[in-house]
């Protein structure tokens, strides 16, 4: 009788999920490190909410009976009610507002930080999970939350090592374009979302582009072809028109005199205000006029914001090794959304937001080498030479980490000179060697790998290398001050 196989599976990550290395986990944290610090400086608190909520707490991400597993990872729990993974931090947000509304002080001023989960199709840089922060302030209705949201993601930008020259905030509300569909006369929803769509797509399409989709529509280069909004040629020369003058350009307070003058007494006219009062207050905080434009041609959460957008768009190119540019484009987000705490309570309350993707951001900051923080405390090996004095190695790696510094004592097998192999492909800064010989007369090797692995490179002359004090030998006592020492010297 044959042997049964014995079943192994397939070490293999599921689609749209990836393994983060050291590096990359070290550059969120600094990330996240550095905009909870803002956050906690503009009077936000932190909050953390489950991972999971009910299905029926997402919004528009609520799986369908026959489909419960759309858009989220969704599971029935034992009382036959569908749980979901996070889409994203805003919706649980809503959830604990709502559900303890009479107790919270408003305005509720929370700043988050976690992984959020999508079951969509990954591709290139889209994946499945990912870590998003927020910050929001729930309960507050004028332009005045919208402005510190803005000038919030400034400081946020230059706390994670961007110059202004940098990035680019582009602000505008909903309620101009909403003007512009008014001015239409179509209420409906089908077309109104195509037209948004369109308008969406200027910066990549043009002008040409977009009056294609705003019409019969547009096959693009693989014959793909969208279908288009149905304007007629008025409609699509007011949208244009729109367009045109919003491209215009001029300081913030040249656009919203240009845009009141168009406005009349549609519902553009309330965003007309709204940005004057957020000019206002972001002159007031000393934010530049290249910093914070003003673009209503913005367009961001269709079904989403309703009033104040803005994205916050990546100016410097960080380039691949070959010199190939990178494209990030927007890397952070926000508006108002004033119902989706109404989902819960039946009462609209008022709400604004910050929103950027952790990963994407860390990744553009750390090609751009602007990610300080970033790296971790130097790491020392204690090297094993003497199985019996395990207790002493460990003690020296105590004394070391106690000091603020990263140290082990190896645990695993092998010599010397394995241990040391070890401790490069580790990224060591030193090595501490004690033998019998080191045990016997009170002292510590200490190996500089750093040091060394610089010499490598520059000297090839033999009597130059021993000259060098790549390793030396000080009091056991003096261990860790010959270390720190040798650090600050190196700066």
């Given amino acids: 009788m044959a042997k049964e196989k014995t079943f192994r599976p397939k070490a293999r990550r599921p689609r749209g999920f990836e393994d ?52 989220v990872f969704a599971m029935q729990d034992d009382d036959g009610q569908w749980m979901a993974l996070r889409y994203d931090l805003t919706a649980p947000l809503a959830r604990f507002a709502a559900e303890g509304f009479q107790d919270l002080v408003k305005p509720y001023r929370r700043y988050q930080f976690g992984e959020v989960w999508r079951n969509e199709k990954p591709g290139p ?20 939350a919208d402005a510190e949201m803005i000038a919030l993601a400034a400081e946020v930008m230059r ?75 008025a409609g699509r020369a007011r949208v244009l028109g ?9 300081t913030r307070a040249e656009v919203t005199a240009r845009l009141a003058g168009s406005a009349g007494e549609t519902a553009a006219r309330a965003g007309v205000e709204a940005l004057e009062e957020i000019n206002a207050i972001l002159s007031a905080l000393g934010i530049p006029e290249e910093l914070a434009v003003f673009d209503p041609s913005v367009v961001r ?11 916050t768009e990546l100016l410097a190119t960080p380039t691949y090794a070959d010199g190939s540019p990178m494209q990030f484009g927007s890397v952070a987000s926000g508006g108002r959304y004033d119902d989706l705490v109404a989902r819960f309570t039946g009462q609209q309350v008022p709400a604004t937001g910050f929103s ?12 751009l080498g602007r990610l300080e923080g970033a790296d971790a405390a130097p790491l020392v090996i204690v090297v094993a030479a003497d199985k019996a004095h ?44 004690c033998g019998e010989e080191e045990f016997a007369s009170g002292t510590a090797q200490i190996k500089d790998l ?42």
């Avoid at 645990?411 to 060697?433: E, H, P, S």
């Fill in 242 to 250: 729109f367009l045109e003058a919003s491209k215009a350009g001029g």
């Fill in 20 to 71: 983060r290395a050291a590096h990359v986990i070290r550059a969120e944290r600094a990330l996240v490190s550095a905009a909870s610090a803002v956050y906690e400086r503009w009077g936000f608190e932190p909050l953390e909410t489950p991972a999971f909520e009910y299905a029926d707490a997402l919004g528009k991400f609520l799986p369908d009976e026959d489909r419960p597993n759309e858009g």
């Fill in 390 to 433: 395990m207790a002493d190695y460990f003690a020296m790696a105590a004394e070391l980490r106690a000091a603020g510094l990263r140290a082990e004592a190896f645990t695993g097998n092998g010599n010397m000179g394995k241990q040391l192999k070890y401790a490069d492909r580790r990224d060591a800064a030193f090595a501490v060697i």
């Fill in 159 to 233: 706390a994670a090592g961007l110059t202004d020259s940098e990035f680019v905030i582009r602000v505008n509300d909903r309620r101009l374009l909403d003007g512009v569909l008014e001015s239409l006369g179509s209420a409906d929803d089908t077309r109104r979302m195509r037209v948004l769509r369109a308008i969406d797509k200027l910066d990549r399409l043009g002008m040409e582009g977009v009056e294609l989709l705003l019409g019969k529509g547009r096959k693009d280069e693989s014959g793909d072809f969208t279908e288009g909004a149905g304007l007629d040629e």
């Fill in 125 to 144: 840089g889209r994946f499945r999970q990912f870590v998003q922060c927020d910050a929001d302030n729930v309960g507050a209705s004028g332009p005045a």
């Fill in 356 to 367: 950027f993707g952790v990963s994407r951001f860390a990744a553009a900051l750390s090609a």
């Fill in 450 to 491: 750093k040091l060394g692995a610089e010499l490598a490179e520059s000297i090839t002359d033999r009597d130059e290398w021993k000259e060098q004090k790549q390793q030396f030998s000080v009091p056991r006592s003096e261990l860790v001050s010959a270390i720190l020492t040798r650090l600050s010297a190196r700066g």
């Fill in 301 to 311: 959460g269709l079904g989403y914001y309703t009033g104040p957008v803005f994205e």
